[in-house]
């Protein structure tokens, strides 16, 4: 006879206690704070390039992603294709993208290639010309690219999010349009090159197979002629968001709406940060949270929907994503707010809360296993002004967050008050059933 699969799991092994790895710093002449970290695991090594990169102004969006796109596109000795093969020989690449805060460089290459990678990297920073012929078929090929994300709900809706919860702060519009990337010129993208791709307050992260010693020397003898001083501007922080009725974005035609709330959050070296990750997982963060169970298990309204937990230097919130069946737009939106309302009044209960702390801490482990993901967490710390001791001791902070501290975290940030809603759907379908829910604002 068959025996019957087994109807409990066992229980998870400790975490292992994560071997840290040892860091190396140096600030060169010129401003550019150098971090090297030496991850023998395979004979590569990863760079990340941080350059502190907000701007405000009608032209500074565009622009910038417009150099983003063309930042490798030759120098006064190199074009484009120059340029990969020569990083073709050293097994290598470069990328850049940006966003409302920063410039991003990431690069990797044989571990023997590093002087080669970083030689490359310099002569882009110091010699970038924008050829323009390149920038002409580049900012045609963005121009389609916007086009095309302009005609996805996930991007309407996620413009619409952004307008209702920032209002006037420059987070609200993080994409440009089209026609606006159309119009820049090879000019303008070499005079915001020479004003804002600077070494001042930026950050070069060395991860891989090679002394960290090494790293440096080579990271100040490619860089050094590499100048300017922080020209990125402060932002303010994020303010609160005006609570309102539902935004309800029309798009005729469709099958699916779009469902998307917005809520603030705290950064992460706020002390109720640890307590908040954990109730935000229980909620909506993984595939075993509550709202999963509820919209996709037992209703079945949507494939996977979502809550994640963002960082801006200017602020952080909580996002909640939902992609419904049109006849099902009411329903499910009662739903999710349902669940926003019930983490802090059927409170998280034990189980909930070690299955969501497994998860944290395994992912957090598992976010910096490979050389990549090492340096992009240091990356991304550096941004939010921590560190690697940080990132530990945070690992340390999410087993010691205690029931009550989780459940008073659920209660105070996870709210339906507090949300900012954005439905992108039919509005000559969804309108009046979503008006039963409570006040609906077209827009």
Do not use: C
Request: charged share 20%; proline share 7%; hydrophobic share 40%.
């Amino acid at each position: 006879m068959t025996q019957p699969y087994p109807t409990t799991l066992p229980d998870l092994e400790e975490p292992r206690k994560p071997k840290r790895p040892s860091v190396s710093e140096r600030i060169l002449d010129n401003g550019l704070r150098v971090i090297a970290v030496r991850r023998p695991s395979v004979p590569l090594v990863e760079i990340r390039l941080r350059v502190p990169f907000a701007g405000t102004g009608k032209t500074y969006l565009p622009r910038s992603f417009m150099l983003s796109e063309t930042l490798l596109s030759g120098t006064s000795t190199m074009s484009s294709v120059d340029i990969a093969a020569e990083l073709q020989t050293v097994g290598g690449g470069l990328s850049v993208s940006t966003d409302p805060d920063r410039l991003m460089v990431g690069g990797n290459s044989l571990a023997s290639g590093l002087s080669k990678l970083l030689e490359l990297l310099g002569g882009v920073l110091t010699d970038a010309t924008y050829p323009a012929k390149e920038v002409s078929a580049e900012r045609d090929r963005l121009g389609d690219r916007l086009e095309m994300a302009n005609s996805q709900p996930s991007q309407v809706a996620r413009k619409a999010l952004q307008r209702r919860y920032f209002g006037d702060h420059p987070y609200a519009i993080q994409v440009p349009e089209p026609d606006e990337v159309r119009s820049i010129g090879s000019a303008a993208l070499r005079k915001l090159h020479d004003t804002r791709v600077v070494p001042e307050a930026g950050t070069l992260v060395i991860v891989g197979d090679t002394a960290p010693g090494r790293a440096l020397d080579a990271a100040q003898k490619a860089l050094s002629d590499w100048t300017g001083t922080a020209n990125a501007a402060a932002l303010k922080p994020v303010p609160a968001p005006e609570m309102g009725p539902v935004f309800l974005v029309d798009r005729p035609g469709s099958v699916q709406s779009s469902l998307r709330l917005a809520l603030p959050a705290v950064g992460r070296s706020h002390p109720d940060y640890p307590a908040l990750q954990l109730a935000n997982l229980v909620f909506g963060g993984y595939f075993s949270s509550r709202l999963v169970e509820n919209i996709r298990e037992d209703k079945g309204y949507t494939y996977s929907p979502h809550a994640v937990l963002s960082h801006s230097v200017a602020g952080s919130m909580i996002s909640v994503d939902a992609d419904v069946a049109t006849e099902v737009t009411a329903p499910a939106l009662l739903e999710v707010n349902y669940e926003l309302g019930r983490i802090g009044a059927v409170p998280i209960t034990a189980a909930e809360l070690e299955q969501a702390r497994q998860y944290a801490v395994g992912t957090q482990a598992l976010s910096v296993a490979s050389q990549s993901g090492l340096a992009g967490t240091i990356s991304a710390l550096v941004g939010a002004g921590l560190d690697l001791e940080w990132f530990y001791q945070h690992a340390v902070n999410l087993q010691a967050t205690t029931l009550d501290e989780v459940r008073a975290a659920a209660l105070k940030y996870l709210r339906p008050s507090a949300a900012v809603t954005v439905v992108v759907g039919e509005a000559s379908t969804v309108a009046e059933p979503l008006a039963a829910l409570g006040a609906v604002e077209r827009g």
